[in-house]
Every structure is written in C-alpha cells, then in structure tokens.
C-alpha cells in the first residue's frame, strides 16, 4: 500500500536509469487517506454483504423448507389417520381426525374429502387466503394384514389408488415474521461488519497518512529553507526506527518512522551544509568588507594625494601662464616661437587639471544640475558654431536633426557631453565623412544620437572606453589627441542628469552614441540669454591681489598693469583685510588664493571683503580640487577661478566687472 501512494513518488535521481527512460505521467487525485479509506472499505463491504447475503439466502431456504415440510407431514399424518374412517364413511372419526390436527397447532385449517361426498372440515375461515397455504396429501387405503406381502408377482395391492384428498392450511404470517428477523439479523450483522472494517480502515489510513503528512510538511518546511524541521515519526511499540542496513520489521509504522528518519538525516545534513555555507559567506563578506574598506582608504588617499598634488602643480602653472601671457607681447622674434611652445604645454597641462578637477568635482557629487526645458534646436545651433570650423578644417559634413523637440536636462552639461561626443565623431569620421546628430521621439522620452561613418570600435573596447585615461587608437598617448578623459566624464555627467550614455558600434561601420531625456513642451523654452557684453578697456580698474606665493604676485602684477589695471598686492590675508578696512580706500576686483600661509583662510577675506566692500567682486582663485573644498566652496556661493586661470579668462571676468562699473 505504501509504495503504491502518490505522496510517496520515488525522485528522479534515485530510479534506475531505464526507469526514468520509461516513466509515464500518472495523474493522481483526491488525498492519500482517501484512497486508502477507499481501498480498504470497499473490499471489506463486498465481502461484507457477498457472505450476510449468502447467509440470509441459506436461512431463508431453510425457513422455507422447514415450513413445507411441517405442513406435508401433517398433511400425511391426517391422511393415514383417516384412510379407513373415509373408506368406512365414518364422519365422527374423520371429524376427530381433523380436530386432532389443529390441537398440534402447526396448521389453522384442515379438509378431508372424497369423491363419494364426503367432506369434513375443521378450523376457522376468518384468515384471508393470501395468508395461508395449503399442503395436500392423497389417502390410500391400508391393509389388515401383511398378506399382501406373499401375493404373487405382479397382483396389485388394494391401497394403492387413493381413496380420498386431504388438504392442510397453515397461516403465513408467523413464517413472514421469521423471515423478517432473519432478513434483518442478516442486514444488522452486515451493518455491524462495515463499521467494524470502516472503523479498522479509517485507523488505518489514519495511522498512515498522519506520518506521511508530517513528512511532506517536513520536506516543504526543507524546501522553504527550514532546515531546524524535523519529522516525529515512531513506530507502534514506542521506538524509533533501527538504523539503514538493520533489520526492520514489516509494519507499516516502521517503515515510515525509517522513512522519517532518513529525512531527518537530509536535513541534519542540509542544515549542516547551510550552516557551513553561511560561515563562508560570512567569512567571505568580512574578506570582502574588509577589501573594500581597504579600496575605500586607497580612494581616499588617492583622491587626497590628486587633490594636494593638483593645488601644488596648479600654483607654479599659474604663475607660468601668467608669465607667460605677459612675455608674449613683447617677445622678439626669436623668443616667440619658444614661448608659443610654452604656453601650449601649459595650456595642456591646463587642460588635464581641469578635467581632472571636473572628475572630482563629479565625485565628490557637490554639482546640482540646473535642470529646465532645452530647445534642441538652440543646443544644436551653439554646438555647430562650436564645431563648424573644426569640421570644415577635417572635411566632415555636420547634419543636425531637431525635429523641433524639447527636453528636461540642464543646457550646459546636456552641451557638454554632446559637445564631447561631436568632437570624438569629427575625429573618428576621416576626411569626406558625415556626422548625424538627431533627435526623435520615443514616448514621453526624447533620444538624440551622435552617429558617424568612421572606423568603428571594436567590441572589446566598448566596454572600456568609459575608463578614465583608456584611448583605442593612441597607444603614443600623444596629448594633442586628448587625455582619454572626455567620455569618463560625459558618463559621469549622464548619471548626474539621471540617463546613460549608449554605444552601438561595430568595425568599419561607424559608431552610435546615444542618451535619452525626458521630452519638454517646446512652447515652455526660455527665450535665449542676451549676448554678453564685449570686452571693455580696464585701464583704472582697481585690484587687489592676495597670494602667498611671490612668483604668482609677480606675475599677476605683471599681466595686470600691462591690462593698465591699478594693483594691490599682499601676501597674507590679515594684511588684505587691513587694506580693505582703510578709510578712502577702494577696490573694484579682489583676487584672493584660498590657502595662504600661517593657516589663514581665504574665505575670511572674501567675507571680510562682503562685509567691507560689498560692491567689489571678490574671486577666489584656488588650486585645492578635494570634495570638502568643493563642497565648502559650494555652500559660500563664492566665485571660482581655477588655477591655472588663463589670461583670457581673466580678462573676461574683469572685463564684465568693468562693464557694470561702468553701468553704474
């Protein structure tokens, strides 16, 4: 029986191979003590009723003969009493006879007749036929004698033919009760065997299905990750199951209590294997942890060692720039190409402290994008001017595709990593080729592509061209082709307006960067901004410089007078402070470094010129690029310039200051 039940389906892994090659799908229903309720009960009842209805046929046979052959023999018994009183037509005895027979109360009627005439009755009538039943026995006529015992062969002896017919009735009724009872003995005795074998069943399948449930709420309890479930299963006498390879007996009980215990060794061991495995994942996750914190401090020794060794580059590049712009007008002919080659490495070397600054400034995460609706058509117009001549230079035809879309994001980053991903594509594209910069609507969203028809990339590059400093095609890293820090920035920047950059390139087919915006209602753009002011003259603007450096004083008292600007400088921030504070005294532009020496800090000069003189423009010109500086820088709303400034740059902040003097 248990091997038969569908709970107990033997796994896959444990079946021999031509087993499983031949399995079947069996379909089963209802629960297992059902079925076994159904398959002891219904054997039981059959055998149940087959017997009681043997039983009560033979009793009822019995009842049946038994009756007829009490009321022949009477019957006979009144015919051989009678035989001579009929053949002598003597009625009183015949009527003695008769009464005779009812006194024995076996028959409630009797009759005796002949065909001379003779009739003699006794008992009552008042019992309807259908209850009674007649049994007839002839009277023959017997002999005095045994004479009749020598006749000679063949003589017929006298009472041979009869000489008259009897007829007993017996009444029915307490025959229909007999059969009643033993028809209702039989049914009681059947009844009695189904509830006891419905009885035995049920305790049966109870005592089976009851472990089996157990069991299967062991093994989902196991599957659910429960591996502290156990089955409690013991056999009838009180013990647990003998051990594998021991010898069991073949009650059921222990043969589940086996099975239980084989499943409570798979989830010792489950349990055992999971326990191990979380000491490795713990062990592996304080490895892990500890690596990271290791990864941590080295990020943060790097971005430290980075932020110290770009302030302390950026103090002599500044000066050297400014020496530099200074020294170019009045170099001789000789001396100008030299200087040209000076500024360009300065201007490099520029160029790789600003992107470097950029990246930690994108690190750090002290940018706030300024997120408003952008009219692609005015980012597209400001990028083709940006890289019109550069296109033309390389013979690379630009093709600009708004569609009229708008989009959320903020324009100056938006144009930076396009104006990024442009100059890459008029690099990649070769003389002749074609740069399509579109725009198409998906949805509620705006996607604009940056697609070429140069080499291509590779795919083992695509995955790595996002890196910091990682270049496909220079491998002299010469600088004049970059720093390969352009697209680790656009990603950076994508991820700080809440997109990404995607790529899809193959070689000799060109390449395909894309991002996708939330799309804007071109009717809500701003008007575009006015055009700044031209440069003004800043012969008179009065400065003040603040640097604890000598070489940067020099060379921005130098750049600045020969602006014919008047200048100021200190090298220390109480002595600022102290020109600020003059009576009579006043300044148009503060130049402020932010480290200075003996620990003072060039915010407190910038506050003190607020404070002082709030209608200067106070600039700080740092070359600290750490998050806290950044940060720091953020929250006092304060001007940045970072070194190294370009002269140009410079002179277009003085410049705009000029002209709102200038206004006022």
Request: hydrophobic share 45%; glycine share 8%; aromatic share 4%.
């Amino acid at each position: 029986m248990i091997s038969s039940s569908p709970p107990l389906a033997v796994p896959a892994a444990a079946r021999p191979a031509e087993s499983v090659a031949d399995a079947r799908t069996v379909v089963v229903g209802g629960s297992l003590q059902r079925d076994l309720f159904r398959l002891g009960v219904v054997p039981c009842a059959a055998v149940a009723l087959a017997l009681t209805a043997w039983f009560t046929h033979s009793r009822l046979d019995t009842l049946e003969v038994a009756f007829n052959a009490e009321g022949q023999a009477v019957a006979r018994q009144v015919a051989a009493m009678s035989d001579l009183s009929l053949y002598a037509g003597d009625l009183p005895a015949l009527q003695n006879v008769a009464n005779a027979a009812l006194r024995g109360g076996q028959v409630t009627r009797v009759e005796i007749s002949n065909s001379a005439g003779i009739y003699v009755t006794a008992g009552s009538k008042a019992a309807p036929m259908g209850q009674l039943r007649m049994f007839t026995a002839p009277v023959t006529l017997r002999e005095a004698s045994k004479a009749s015992a020598f006749a000679p062969e063949g003589a017929t002896a006298a009472g041979e033919k009869p000489i008259g017919l009897v007829q007993a009735f017996r009444d029915t009724t307490a025959y229909a009760h007999e059969r009643t009872r033993s028809l209702m003995a039989g049914i009681g005795i059947a009844m009695i065997a189904l509830i006891a074998a419905w009885a035995w069943v049920r305790h049966t399948a109870r005592s089976v299905a009851q472990p089996l449930r157990r069991i299967s709420r062991t093994v989902a309890a196991l599957e659910a990750g429960q591996f502290d479930a156990r089955c409690n299963v013991v056999a009838r006498d009180g013990t647990a199951a003998q051990a594998e390879g021991k010898k069991r007996t073949r009650r059921t009980q222990h043969e589940l209590a086996g099975l239980a215990h084989d499943i409570n060794r798979l989830a010792e061991r489950l349990q055992r294997n999971r326990q191990e495995s979380e000491q490795q994942v713990r062990e592996a996750t304080a490895v892990a942890l500890q690596r990271m914190a290791e990864a941590e401090q080295a990020a943060l020794s790097r971005a430290r060692f980075l932020a110290a060794a770009s302030h302390d580059l950026r103090q002599p590049l500044h000066a050297m720039g400014l020496f530099i712009d200074g020294l170019l007008p009045t170099a001789s002919e000789a001396q100008r190409p030299a200087v040209l080659r000076l500024q360009e490495g300065a201007e490099f070397m520029g160029v790789l402290l600003d992107d470097l600054l950029e990246i930690s400034r994108l690190d750090a995460q002290v940018l706030t994008p300024a997120i408003g609706n952008v009219s692609l058509a005015m980012l597209f117009d400001q990028l083709g001017a940006q890289h019109a001549a550069r296109a033309a230079a390389s013979q690379v035809r630009l093709v600009w595709q708004d569609r009229g879309l708008a989009v959320r994001s903020d324009p100056a980053l938006l144009l930076r990593i396009l104006g990024n991903l442009v100059g890459n594509a008029i690099t990649h594209s070769g003389i002749e080729g074609t740069v399509l910069v579109a725009a198409r609507r998906r949805g509620g969203r705006v996607r604009i592509e940056v697609r070429d028809n140069g080499i291509g990339i590779a795919p083992i590059h695509q995955a790595r061209i996002f890196e910091e400093f990682y270049q496909v095609a220079n491998t002299e890293r010469d600088r004049r082709q970059g720093f390969g820090l352009g697209l680790a920035i656009c990603a950076r920047i994508a991820a700080l307006l809440g997109t990404r950059i995607g790529l899809r390139s193959a070689l000799q087919a060109g390449s395909t960067f894309s991002l996708e915006l939330p799309a804007a209602d071109p009717r809500d753009v701003p008007p575009p901004a006015p055009e700044p002011v031209a440069s003004s003259p800043l012969a008179g603007l009065r400065c003040l410089v603040v640097d604890d450096d000598p070489a940067i004083l020099d060379a921005t008292r130098a750049l600045l007078t020969q602006w014919d600007c008047e200048v100021a400088c200190v090298a220390s921030g109480s002595e600022a402070m102290r020109r600020l504070a003059e009576p009579g005294t006043r300044f148009d532009v503060l130049l402020c470094d932010l480290q200075l020496a003996d620990a003072e800090d060039g915010m407190e000069v910038i506050d003190a010129a607020r404070r002082l003189q709030p209608h200067a423009l106070a600039v700080l010109v740092s070359g600290a690029t750490g998050p806290e500086v950044l940060q720091r820088l953020r929250q006092g709303g304060v001007t940045l310039l970072t070194k190294p400034v370009a002269p140009a740059k410079l002179r277009a902040l003085l410049s705009t200051r000029r002209a709102g003097r200038a206004a006022s």
